[in-house]
């Protein structure tokens, strides 16, 4: 709980800073049998994020990396689009989306475990390929669709909350139950730890490496349906991009090493929500748009130094430095010697 404690402070001021500039911030509503709200939008536009650096913090936590989740977004939603545009039913396209996504996960867990690929090239291979891969989906076309029942992934409402955040919800609790009340947690913790122990120890690393890289690349691909569902289209060249850049932050701020080993579910969606309240404050203060990614830079280099403990403790090891002596404790010194 502790590692919860300067991403949740961080949080919180963000928020009253969104307050101090829009004074009904806080403010929510329901509007025909709808919730509305900058919150519920922040956790609403965010809930992509979340899903993404849910599955980012389990291959982060087993000591790897994975730069392919946003190409897997595009290709989750070009493939479903593709498939309702062509007369599929929702899910149809759904399931291959998400099959598609699976099988690609499983590949970078085997470049990665089974031939021994470092993460950074494994996962770079599927970046650049799975874009390429998207756009030859789409032929180079930005695909429309006209299905409501698509529409309700990431743009409908169930019981007047956004059904993008009940699925989040969902991950969120399946995720927390596999790795906090079972004993695949540790076991991710201890490969990420030592995974040569670990095997030696009998756990089987290979199997649980392959199956955290595809796990990431469901959460992604079931964040790509969310995003192309908003919108009712899918766009092969631009869905997802740098997401995987704002996935390994949230998971940094979130709290957990990119080293590898403990990992905190809490903390990385903290970090989610941290990224989209940026954005959402970039917005209502008025950063020219020129400027917003190097604001957006500057406040998250603040955020992440305020939340490391080897900061703080530079920082309070400088406040608590004193005067040089004087003379006469020079002298009591020399006397007590």
Known sequence: MRRLVWPAVVLVLLLALNLFFTPSFFSIEVK??????SLIDILRFGAPLILVSLGMTLVIATGGIDL???SVVAISGALACLQISQDASVFTAVTLALGLCLVLGAWNGFLVAGIGIQPIIATLIL????RGLAQLITD?????VNSPAYKVIGGGYWLTVPFGILIVLGVLAITAFLTRRLALGLLIESVGSNAEASRLAGIRARGIIIMVYAFAALCAGVAGLMISSNVSSADGNNAGLWIELDAILAVVIGGTSLAGGRFSLGGTVLG????QTLTTTIY???VPPETTLLFKALVVTAVCLVQSPSFRAKVLRGRGRTAPPGPAAEKKVRVSL
């Open 284 to 286: 209502s203060i008025g």
């Open 140 to 144: 180079g076309q930005i695909i429309t």
């Open 32 to 37: 025909d049998g709808h919730l509305y709200g």
């Open 127 to 130: 970046m650049v390929a799975g």
């Open 68 to 70: 392919s989740v946003g």
């Open 272 to 275: 989610a929500l941290i990224i």
